[in-house]
C-alpha cells in the first residue's frame, strides 16, 4: 500500500512536471476559464491547450463545469494552487541563494 502512494505521487507530479501545463494552472489560479480564454491567456493552439487539460482533468488537477454551449475549467482544489506556489517560492529562494554564492565570489 505505501508503494502505491508514492506511484500517485510520482503521477500527479509527472503531470504537473510540464511548462505548459504548469502556464494553464497559473493562468486557472485567477480563476475558472473556457478553452478560448487560455488560449487568448496562453498565446498556445486550442488543440494544445485542450490536450493538456485533459491530462490534467483525468488526473483530477482541473474540473471542467458545463457553461451555455462551452465548458469553463478550474483548478479542482485549491492546494493544487498552494502547491505551485510553493514551488515558486522554493526556486526563488534557490535563485536567492546563488545570487548570493556569485555575489560573494566576484568579491574575492
Known amino acids: 500500500m505505501a508503494e502505491s502512494i508514492f506511484e500517485l505521487q510520482a503521477e500527479l507530479f509527472r503531470t504537473l512536471g510540464n511548462a505548459t501545463r504548469l502556464r494553464i494552472l497559473h493562468c486557472l489560479c485567477e ?12 498565446d498556445l ?3 494544445k491547450v ?4 485533459a ?11 458545463p457553461k451555455g454551449k462551452g465548458v469553463v475549467y478550474r483548478i479542482a482544489n485549491s492546494k493544487i494552487a498552494r502547491v505551485c506556489d510553493l514551488m515558486r517560492e522554493v ?4 535563485a536567492n541563494e ?7 565570489m566576484q568579491r574575492v
Request: a positive charge; one cysteine or more; glycine letters at 4%.
Open 91 to 94: 526556486l526563488a529562494e534557490q
Open 31 to 42: 480563476g475558472p476559464k473556457s478553452v478560448a480564454e487560455l488560449v487568448r491567456a496562453t
Open 98 to 104: 546563488c545570487s548570493e554564492i556569485i555575489r560573494a
Open 45 to 47: 493552439a486550442q488543440a
Open 50 to 53: 485542450s490536450q493538456h487539460l
Open 55 to 65: 491530462r490534467l482533468r483525468a488526473y483530477g488537477v482541473v474540473a471542467a463545469q
